[in-house]
């Protein structure tokens, strides 16, 4: 085969969570990518995000985890409270969590922080481009192009569709079929539902009653539970608390027609339930009012049905193929296993193709790697959205067996429960072409 004038590109659509840590595991591979972002990088919408243990180590991997480290307070205990404000479970199972990971916690950040831990990892920063919003995409046996709404045409070797949950590139996937398949067309477009909805803010980590002291002490995190609605609250950052309001919403919707909320929707939500207790001494409304930035969204769920190629050059990531519902905080470290599952797969492809005479992978080879990805994050995600969705079931107490079980689960050990947690993190992937941290020097290759 000829050696190629160009070497392997990958395009990124969406600047996000999944497209900055693609790009930057890419960077490290050697291999050349853009990332075309349709806002700014790290927007600040008030919005936090947590990483669990597995994600810290491919973090480590990364060689960005002692800039976030240096950010945030590791999450330490939990406290549950009833209806009524009684203190139900004190629970140690994120301490326990982090004794049964190598010392790894679970922290609680800003999601522009760690956004903007990412962007610093990345050396080449001209790659990653903001205000630019991928409106088409052309496959041809060769390479794979796409425009944007500016006028710009950009080529490469793949696409990596990394736009979210309303996804351009999924949507543009369903328009490409739809003459040929309607069914899986329909599918890629309305295949995510949401019955819940979520305000989520950022606020200042002070009591209502005296703004000189501290709400919730540093790595203190609170859980509420009332009958069609629930509430969290986590000290994660130096003086920030993020907090969570989930209400059950009057009927369920599907993507497209998720609702987008207006700023009035959100204070409505907050003057119905807003004078609710989250914790001892404090509520919604205090929360809403000492807000930085917060926001209400649908809480949308689902794992693409279809095939997240399109037996092409285009893949889907992250909140573009599955979505699972902010209870438990882990649709963004999904999102990660994604990326890793992913790069697994396509970096040592390169690799081999750049030693066979700097030839590039033909299109078949690359399907091939797609479709691995698949077969092994697909589980993963089935898993993560059945268990958020079980979480977000559980918080609301919608059945009388859930409002039992929250009696229960108090004499339930935070061993056993941490136990069950751990377990699927450790046997979550990481980056085989960079040296596993938790064997230093030695490179994986079993993942
Ligand atoms: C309130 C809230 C709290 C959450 N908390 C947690 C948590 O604690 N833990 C956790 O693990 N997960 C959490 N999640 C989920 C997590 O945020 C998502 O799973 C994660 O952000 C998915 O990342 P993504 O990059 O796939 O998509 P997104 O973060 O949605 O990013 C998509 C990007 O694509 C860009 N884009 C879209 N269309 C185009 C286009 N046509 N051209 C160019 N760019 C485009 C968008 O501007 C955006 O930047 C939370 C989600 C929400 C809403």
Same mark, same amino acid.
């Given at each position: 085969m000829p050696k190629s004038t160009r070497s392997f590109k990958v395009i990124i659509v969406g600047g996000s969570i999944v497209g900055l840590i693609t790009a930057l595991a890419l960077e490290k591979a050697g291999i050349d990518y853009v990332v075309l972002e349709r806002g700014e990088i790290a927007p600040h919408l008030g919005a936090s995000i947590s990483i669990f243990p597995h994600t810290q180590r491919v973090m480590e991997q990364l060689g960005i985890w002692e800039e976030i480290r240096a950010g945030i307070i590791p999450l330490k205990d939990r406290y549950h409270y009833d209806q009524y404000g009684q203190l139900l479970e004190s629970s140690a199972v994120l301490r326990e969590i982090s004794k049964m990971s190598l010392n790894r916690f679970t922290s609680f950040m800003e999601r522009r922080f760690w956004l903007n831990c990412i962007y610093n990892g990345?050396? !080449?920063? +001209?790659k990653v481009l903001p205000h630019t919003s991928v409106t088409s995409f052309r496959e041809t046996e060769d390479g794979v192009e796409v425009t944007t709404k500016e006028g710009k045409i950009i080529q490469g070797d793949i696409l990596l569709g990394a736009d979210g949950i309303n996804s351009t590139i999924r949507n543009l996937m369903a328009s490409h079929i739809a003459r040929t398949d309607a069914t899986t067309s329909e599918e890629m477009r309305s295949g995510f539902t949401a019955d819940y909805r979520c305000v989520f803010g950022t606020s200042r980590n002070y009591s209502p009653s005296d703004k000189d002291k501290p709400l919730l002490p540093g790595g203190m995190c609170h859980n509420v539970y009332y009958r069609g609605f629930s509430g969290a609250s986590a000290a994660g950052a130096e003086d920030l608390i993020f907090w969570f309001l989930f209400v059950k919403s009057d009927h369920a919707t599907k993507t497209p027609n998720t609702p987008r909320y207006t700023e009035e929707e959100s204070e409505a939500t907050i003057n119905k339930y807003g004078g609710y207790a989250v914790g001892p001494g404090y509520t919604f409304k205090d929360l809403w009012e000492s807000r930085v930035r917060a926001a209400m969204v649908p809480l949308e769920e689902g794992v693409l049905k279809p095939k997240w190629n399109t037996g092409g050059r285009v893949a889907l990531m992250g909140d573009a193929v599955h979505k699972s519902t902010v !209870? +438990?905080?882990?649709g963004g470290n999904l999102a990660v296993e994604g990326i890793v599952h992913l790069m697994n797969e396509l970096v040592p492809l390169v690799r081999k193709c750049e030693s066979d005479g700097g030839r590039k992978p033909t299109k078949s080879e690359l399907v091939a790697v797609f479709d691995r990805y698949e077969v092994k994050q697909r589980p993963h995600a089935n898993f993560i959205v059945a268990f958020s969705a079980y979480v977000k079931k559980y918080d609301a107490m919608e059945t009388w067996w859930l409002r039992v079980l929250l009696r229960v689960s108090p004499w339930i050990s935070d061993k056993y429960k941490a136990g069950r947690l751990v377990s699927y993190m450790n046997e979550a992937p990481w980056l085989?072409?960079? +040296?596993n941290p938790d064997e230093k020097g030695k490179a994986n290759g079993t993942q």
């Open positions: 990345i050396q !080449n920063k +001209p !209870n +438990p905080g882990l085989n072409f960079l +040296p």
